[in-house]
Every structure is written in structure tokens, then in C-alpha cells.
């Protein structure tokens, strides 16, 4: 019996070490099964956004006053008397965050002075006002003022400060951007603001590491660009454009564009040249004309100089305004290239479009590298007209100042005042050649009936008596008018405004004018 008992006790041993172990192995084969069909998901890793405004570097606001152009001369000008020649007396007032600056006390050691800005354009006289701000702080309200001192009483031996302009922005330091009486995308440009009185270029942006112009937010968190390497320096799409200027004008930094053929305000300057132009006011969604002008050297003692006075400028340049298109003349800029505006060519009595002399100033004083982007535009003794250089583009133009054609030829012109006036006339008006219209296409302007008596003149005033134009040499050289026509003034009135092409100066004409050309040139076409 005990031999019995002692063997099944053994038995229940080996069958307890055999359960055991299938219940080890079961439970792992189990195990094993359940870690193939059930894997256990880690949490999703969610980058946390860097919120941070400014960590690099102590944070500050800059705003840059880059011009303001009084648009009030044309109004004086085209007046007879001698107001034309007072320019007028203005300064600036900003307010940023409370902290108010003004312009024309100018502090030192002996005591405040009064410095106002006594011109109808600041061109080339840019200012800027820096303000500390609070660390981390998102927004900053910023006002500007443009203020005129004005004369009063009965013989203006008074004066007063008038408020002409006011400009309310808020400024976000995480985007860069800027909202208000200017913003992103408005009709009259970015950083530019066309008011009753005043037109204004400015500028806003914040103290920044790596001195590109986007702020470190929009780097870390939009951008996904390095906040501490300048990114006016790089093109990671390559496409001819670095990061700061798309990022500026809304085009992303890293697809490639084909800046080259862009063109989306349809002014001729594809955006590559918008962007060699940033520096000169180029806004890739407002129109934009650039010209370069050259004078010539005087006969003599008596002679008058042969430029582009300013007067004259400034009424070509509001009447272009007017209707939303900005123009950029260069008759001597510091910093432009070899050969720039502003040269004094050689002297010649008079110089045509059939003589061809225009090809030694077009290739020896008008800078390869801007070739498509301006117009280059001359000032002689005696001529007027707008012809190819090279090819059958229209892209240069002369116009005379000379005294004797202010006189005899433009009729009329006998004072400093109404020269100027014709001197922005006939600019226009070969200017509007430029920009597309002739006579084949525009009847009523080059009209030769000019010269051709008193019947040919009635009967083209019965037909065209109402094209109120500088292309109409009857208005040419109207001191009243100095403007193209809108088409409002009647049978026979064309909209030389609607009809612009601003792209022309850049194509081959579709009339080739050799010397024996005879206008109207329809046959030509």
C-alpha cells in the first residue's frame, strides 16, 4: 500500500509540474496573439507653437515717412499770377502709442528750432521715428499727421497749422502687418496713401535679429523659416526672388513662381523687375511707370537750361494720379546707375526722329539694365516726338524747352509759368505715344491739319473739336488743360485714359515710320 500511495503521489507531482507548464505556455502563445492584434498606440507628439513676439532681440517699432508729395501746385499753376512759385510749409505729427512726435521742433543743446519742409515733394528726404515698446506686446496704434502752416489775416501776416492729412494704422508684431486707413491689398498700394492733399510713401516694421524684415513669429510658426538667418538673402524656391519680398507681397517662399512673366497689375513691370525696383516705390499690384530724363547743355550765356523743372514733373505726375497710376521720374537720383538721369548731353539746335541722333543718348546714357523697366525721356533745345531707338519699340521721347520754341511754337508760352506748363504738355503728349496711341488708332491726335490752314482746321474741329486732349495739337498747348481727355466732352471726344496700354513701350509697334512716313499711317498697318 505504501507503494501505492508513495507512486501516486508522484503522479500528482508530474501532473501539477505538467499543468503548470501548459498554463506558462498558454498564457504566453496568448500574450504573443494579443501583441499582434492589439498594439497599444502611443500619443500623438503635438508641437507646441512658439508664441513668442520677440526673444531675440529687445522689441521696438520703426516707422518711415519715405516721401508726401503736396498734389496743390497743379491747381496753382494753371492760374495766372505767381502763387506757383511759393511752395508750401509742412511738417509731421506721429502718435504711437501715446508718444507723440512733431517734426518740425527740432531739439539740441540751444534750444528748439522750427524745421518744416518747404517744397511740393520730399523725394530723396526720408525720416523715421523709433519707439521702444513692451516686451511681448502684440499691437501698436499709430497715427499720422500731415500739418500745412498756412497764412492768414488780410495781408497774411498771420499764420496757422491746418491738419491736411490723417493716417490711423494698427501695426500686429506677430504678422508684420498692418491694418487701417492703409493695409494689405488696398486699392492704392501698400505703404502708400493717396489722400485729398497729400500723397504719402511710409513704411512699418519692428526691430528684428536677422534684419530681414519678417517678424520672428511669422518665421517660427507660418514661415517655418530660421528667425536668426536673413531671408532677403535666400531663394529656397529658386525662382529668381528671395523670401522677404514674397513674403511682403503675399507669394508663397518656397513654390516656385515664374516671377518673370508675372505681371498681375498689368503696368510692364513683370514682379522680377517690381523687385529690382523695391527700392523706388515698385508695388507688384499698383501700376507703376518709371522715367529716366536727361537734359542737354546750353548754347550759350543767354540760353535757358534744358531739363525737366520740377513744375513740370509735378503735373505730369498728378495728372497720372489722378487715375491711379504712379510716376517715378529719375532726373538725377544719388544712388542710380552709371549713366542715370540727370546727364547733360551734348548740345544740338534741334534734333528729329528721322535724323536718328537719339541712338548715341539711347545707347551711351540710358542704362542697359533698365531698358524695359523706364522710359527714357530727353530734353533738348528743340524737338518733340516719340520714336524707336532700337527695334520698333516706343520707348524713348524728346521734348524741347528752348526758348524760342516756348515762344514761337507752342504759342503763348512767354512767361517761366506757361513754359512750364508746355513743357509738361508736350511730355504728355509724347508720353501717350508711348502708352499706345496714334493716329491709326486714335483719330483725332497728331493731326496735321495743324499746319495746313484755316479750311482743314474747320473741318477737323467738326469732327474732332471735342477730343480735349495734349494728344490734340489744338490743345497741346492750351495752358488751361495740361490733361488727356476722358471722353466726356462729346461727339468726336475719345477716353485716351481707357485706351493706355502701359505694356506698349516694351512691344514692336505695328507701324514701322521711316522717314518718308506720312500720318495718319493707317496704310501702314
Not at 78 to 84: E, N
Not at 222 to 240: A, F, H, M, R, Y
Request: charged share 30%.
Amino acid at each position: 500500500m505504501a507503494k501505492k500511495a508513495e507512486k501516486n503521489k508522484n503522479f500528482i507531482i508530474l501532473l501539477s509540474i505538467l499543468t503548470v507548464a501548459i498554463i506558462v505556455v498558454v498564457g504566453a502563445y496568448v500574450a504573443f496573439l494579443g501583441g499582434q492584434t492589439e498594439k497599444t498606440e502611443e500619443p500623438e507628439q503635438v508641437e507646441e507653437a512658439d508664441d513668442r513676439i520677440s526673444p531675440l532681440t529687445n522689441q521696438g517699432l520703426i516707422f518711415e515717412i519715405k516721401r508726401m508729395r503736396h498734389r496743390g501746385l497743379i491747381d496753382k499753376i494753371m492760374k495766372i499770377g505767381t502763387s506757383w512759385r511759393d511752395p508750401p510749409q509742412f511738417y509731421f505729427i506721429t502718435m504711437i502709442d501715446g508718444q507723440e512726435y512733431i517734426s518740425k521742433d527740432v531739439s539740441s543743446r540751444k534750444g528748439i528750432t522750427e524745421t518744416f519742409f518747404a517744397e511740393w515733394d520730399t523725394m530723396l528726404k526720408e525720416n523715421k521715428i523709433t519707439r521702444d515698446v513692451m516686451e511681448e506686446q502684440e499691437s501698436s496704434e499709430i497715427t499720422l499727421q500731415i500739418m500745412e502752416r498756412e497764412k492768414t489775416g488780410l495781408l497774411g501776416l498771420r499764420s496757422q497749422d491746418a491738419k491736411k492729412e490723417e493716417i490711423k494704422l494698427t501695426y500686429n508684431y506677430k504678422t508684420g502687418r498692418w491694418e487701417g486707413d492703409d493695409s494689405f491689398n488696398d486699392t492704392d498700394g501698400y505703404g502708400h496713401y493717396v489722400g485729398d492733399d497729400f500723397e504719402i510713401w511710409f513704411n512699418v516694421y519692428q526691430t528684428d535679429f536677422d534684419r530681414d524684415g519678417i517678424p520672428y513669429w511669422t518665421e517660427v510658426n507660418s514661415l517655418k523659416t530660421n528667425p536668426k538667418v536673413d531671408d532677403s538673402q535666400l531663394d529656397p524656391d529658386e525662382d529668381g526672388i528671395p523670401t522677404t519680398w514674397e513674403w511682403k507681397w503675399g507669394y508663397p517662399h518656397n513654390v516656385s513662381n515664374n516671377h518673370s512673366i508675372l505681371d498681375p497689375d498689368e503696368d510692364g513691370l513683370e514682379n522680377i523687375e517690381e523687385y529690382r525696383m523695391a527700392k523706388w516705390f515698385a508695388d507688384p499690384f499698383s501700376q507703376d511707370m518709371y522715367l529716366e530724363v536727361d537734359g542737354m547743355e546750353k548754347k550759350g550765356l543767354f540760353d535757358i537750361e534744358h531739363v525737366f523743372w520740377k513744375e513740370s514733373q509735378q503735373i505730369l505726375i498728378e495728372r497720372f494720379a489722378q487715375h491711379g497710376i504712379n510716376v517715378y521720374i529719375d532726373d538725377g537720383w544719388p544712388d542710380g546707375p552709371i549713366n542715370g538721369g540727370g546727364e547733360k548731353l551734348t548740345y544740338y539746335e534741334r534734333i528729329s526722329q528721322d535724323s536718328g541722333m537719339m541712338l548715341q543718348f539711347y545707347n551711351n546714357h540710358f542704362p542697359e539694365e533698365r531698358q524695359g523697366i523706364f522710359r527714357y525721356l530727353v530734353i533738348a533745345n528743340s524737338a518733340g516726338f516719340c520714336h524707336p531707338a532700337e527695334y520698333n519699340r516706343y520707348d524713348e521721347m524728346a521734348v524741347g524747352n528752348g526758348l524760342s520754341r516756348m515762344i514761337s511754337i507752342t504759342r503763348r508760352a512767354f512767361t517761366p509759368r506757361t513754359w512750364r506748363i508746355a513743357l509738361a504738355s508736350g511730355t504728355m503728349h509724347e508720353l501717350g505715344h508711348s502708352l499706345g496711341i496714334g493716329p491709326w488708332n486714335v483719330p483725332g491726335n497728331d493731326n496735321i491739319t495743324y499746319t495746313e490752314g484755316r479750311d482743314a482746321k474747320q473741318e477737323y474741329l467738326e469732327k474732332h473739336g471735342n477730343y480735349m486732349s495734349v494728344m490734340n495739337y489744338y490743345y497741346i498747348w492750351d495752358h488751361t488743360i495740361a490733361d488727356y481727355s476722358d471722353g466726356t466732352h462729346g461727339s468726336g471726344d475719345v477716353d485716351d485714359w481707357e485706351m493706355f496700354d502701359l505694356t506698349f513701350f516694351q512691344t514692336e509697334g505695328k507701324v514701322v515710320e521711316d522717314p518718308g512716313f506720312e500720318l495718319p499711317g493707317e496704310e501702314e498697318i
